[in-house]
């Protein structure tokens, strides 16, 4: 591996981090040219995963025939799930106990339907509704109100005692001015994907794929459609059994090694290239999506309803990323965490930035082999494996907004169930793909095993998109770790002779 100068990459650290700054204030400022910014940050995120396949297949096999021998890939596998487990469970507790200190989701409005109930309507104004009795408790955004005799239901806009003001009636019509019958619906998106899976089914999924969605599995039946669909977990699966392979035709398949190995390189330098214009592309991420949620004036109020819940996430995910990983890091990876975490600022602020870990990879393991001068053999097995399947952040999330959902609706949860909402948390987060919003879909899964309202949901969506944001820094943070630690581990029994 060519060694580079410090200096350029310092560069496009600080130009990275600046663009993160000036897009946070372009998005929140002036919403709506940072919105005609998106091209820039897509041309970013396509060069990145135009990447991911070959970088996953190359390092991949070029890792295992770096393998002195077969019992090495057995110890790196081995600690590689143990480091996941351990640290998906740390996380899933943290999350637990917060939200069962903070309980941010009592007193959270979740919606009503009063079948009997008068409302009327101001004459003037149909727009405005009084309702029978107030709406109480902390309202999240994207309320809607249905009045059930007249089948119109219109967007909450705004609510004072029990006047509540509707955007406009849809269908387009005037309502009679009174009525009997209402419901207040949570904002509810349609047609979450996945959203009949139970736990099991998506651990088969995982192992076996759908045939019916075409999504393939760790074990694959076509990998051509695995590369295309870009499901990364089957083509690791393969790259291992064609690295073994290469291995055990020994000197025959030299040449072979050798090409592979260069590919890797030519791949790693083409991610260095599209480094140069992360600035520009994060830059536009990260102003578009701020911009798309209405700059500061439209994401802040909805940040401060249901802050509580935002406040207990972000927590739990400063104290799993700035505490027990950086510790863990230290004790077993014998590591300073502070050299490593400052080292690794250009693929944390691209997970910040892009919010998928998958997106991110290329970056991820350029740093982990360039800046922490990891093995090929580590960073090209941990890396790609934890960004589909070790995700921290994610796990730790869906067990604080399982639970949240769980006070609003004022639900009791037991030992027995708390323990099904972690265990579940841990399987949702490892069917989560490396893609922004992922957690939200798998979070059914927990919902359902732990028997809570799916709708729920709805409280969450209004800024999922900036927690997502936070726990896929934590989930590329965790793989890093993973790789440092195992790194070390693996060095320190000897077995890095060879690359
Ligand atoms: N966006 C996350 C990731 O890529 C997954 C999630 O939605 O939690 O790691």
């Known amino acids: 591996m060519t060694e580079r100068a410090a200096s350029p990459d310092r560069k496009i650290l600080i130009a990275i981090l600046i663009a993160v700054i000036g897009g946070t204030l372009a998005g929140g400022f002036l919403p709506s040219f940072s919105r005609s910014l998106a091209v820039f940050g897509e041309i970013f995120l396509n060069l990145l995963m135009m990447v991911v396949v070959p970088l996953v297949f190359f390092s991949m096999v070029t890792g295992i025939t770096n393998l002195g021998d077969l019992r090495e890939f057995g110890s790196i596998g081995k600690r590689t799930i143990l480091y996941y487990l351990v640290t998906t469970s740390i996380a899933v507790a943290i999350g637990l106990i917060m939200v069962n200190l903070v309980r941010p989701g009592v007193g959270i409005y979740h919606g009503e339907r009063r079948d009997g109930a008068a409302y009327s309507m101001d004459v003037n104004d149909p727009t405005r509704v009084t309702l029978s009795a107030p709406l109480s408790g902390t309202r999240p955004s994207g309320l809607r109100l249905r009045l059930l ?33 209402y419901e207040v619906l ?58 073994l392979a290469f291995s055990s035709l020994g000197r025959k398949a030299e040449r072979a090694v050798e090409i592979f190995s260069l590919c890797n390189d030519a791949i790693l330098k083409i991610v260095d290239w599209i480094m140069r214009y992360a600035p520009v592309g994060i830059f536009a991420l990260v102003a578009e999506r701020i911009g798309r949620a209405g700059g500061f004036q439209g994401f802040l109020p909805e940040l401060l309803a249901i802050g509580k819940y935002a406040g ?11 505490l027990v990983l950086p510790l863990l890091l230290y004790f077993i990876g014998r590591r300073s965490p502070w050299r490593y975490l400052s080292g690794s600022g250009a693929p944390l602020l ?17 740093t982990a082999e360039r800046a922490h001068g990891l093995k090929n053999r580590i960073a090209g097995f941990v890396l790609p494996l934890g960004a589909t399947i070790n995700m921290d952040g994610t796990a730790l999330y869906e067990a604080v907004a399982a639970i949240f959902i769980a006070q609003a609706y004022g639900i009791q949860l037991g030992v027995v169930e708390q323990s099904i909402v972690a265990v579940t948390a841990t399987l949702a987060a490892i069917g989560a793909a490396g893609i922004p919003e992922a957690g939200l879909v798998t979070m059914v899964i927990v919902l359902r095993a732990a028997g809570l309202p799916v709708e729920g949901i709805g409280l969450l969506l209004s800024i999922d998109w900036l927690l997502d944001r936070l726990r896929t820094t934590v989930n590329v943070w965790g793989d890093l770790v993973g790789a440092g630690i195992i790194g070390t581990l693996e060095e320190r029994d000897g077995a890095t002779s060879g690359e």
């Open 312 to 322: 207990t996430v972000t927590g739990g995910l400063l104290l799993h990323g700035l």
């Open 350 to 366: 691209n997970a910040l930035s892009t919010a998928s870990s998958s997106a991110t990879l290329p970056v991820t393991i350029e």
């Open 149 to 181: 005799d007249q089948g119109v239901a219109g967007e909450i806009e705004g609510v004072r005692g029990r006047e509540v003001r509707v955007k406009k009636w849809d269908p387009a019509m005037t309502p009679a001015p009174t009525g009997k019958g």
């Open 186 to 243: 949570i904002a509810r998106r349609h047609d979450l994907p996945g959203e009949r899976k139970g736990a099991l089914e998506t651990l088969k999924e995982v192992i076996v794929g759908d045939a019916q969605s075409g999504r393939e599995g760790l074990i694959p039946r076509n990998i051509a459609n695995a590369m295309v669909r870009m499901d990364i977990l089957p083509v690791i699966f393969f790259s291992i059994l064609l690295g």
